[in-house]
Antibody, heavy 117, light 107 residues
């Protein structure tokens, strides 16, 4: 059974930093690109970042480029999102997500990040 | 790059619901549809414009024509009430985008 379990979400002050983690199991982690998607309270889904299977290629939404860094450790089946210069508008539920050709599509349950003083 | 969806659609049980999504790169990129119920993670209901994942009821179907893709739910049931999101990529294929979401209300 595929499982994606996010962690690291907390309340953080504006301008602060935070690292989210996603532990993957039930599939061959280093065969797949991984992504982060967020959802602000009461709002829609917003794609955040993608990292290739080998970590060599990364992509970011304009809203987070230069502030967030995605990485992965294939030896630990783990995905990370380093977040810095956090703003109130970064407050959201952050999902770990993997999706590939066909119907291989799995989401975690999310970890909540609240940016507030 | 943006995908545009109507904010809401309402139908009575047993009727057909159609949710459209428009985007300039849709002729070049596959579209996917997700259903999200309150407090739950999204669930894929259509992939590659028209394909239905295993376990998704046959009443869910997808179609594509030019810059518009459509999610059709035939014989809507109360349990289909949810938010629906289309998802695709920009013309380069490197940047993922979600539509703004459509709230389906079953009257």
């Amino acid at each position: 059974e595929v499982q994606l379990v996010e962690s690291g979400g907390v309340v953080v002050q504006p301008g602060g930093s935070l690292r989210l983690s996603c532990a993957a199991s039930g599939f061959t982690f280093d065969d797949y690109a991984m992504q982060w998607v967020r959802q602000a309270p009461g709002k829609g889904l917003e794609w955040v970042s993608l990292i290739s299977w080998d970590g060599e290629n990364t992509y970011y939404a304009d809203s987070v480029r230069g502030r967030f860094t995605v990485s992965r450790d294939n030896s630990k089946n783990s995905l990370y999102l380093q977040m810095s210069s956090l703003r109130a508008e970064d407050t959201a539920l952050y999902y770990c997500w993997t999706s590939a050709a066909g119907d291989f599509d799995f989401w975690g349950q999310g970890t909540l990040v609240t940016v507030s003083s | 790059y943006e995908l545009t969806q109507p904010p809401s659609v309402s139908v009575s049980p047993g009727q057909t619901a159609r949710i459209i999504c428009s985007g300039d790169a849709l002729p070049q990129q596959n579209a996917y549809w997700y259903q999200q119920k309150p407090g739950q993670a999204p669930v894929q209901v259509i992939y590659k414009d028209t394909e239905r994942p295993s376990g998704i009821p046959e009443r869910f179907s997808g179609s594509s024509s030019g810059t518009i893709v459509t999610l059709t739910i035939s014989g809507v049931q109360a349990e289909d009430e949810a938010d629906y999101y289309c998802q695709s990529a920009d013309s380069s294929g490197s940047y993922v985008v979600f539509g703004g979401g459509t709230k389906l209300t079953v009257l």
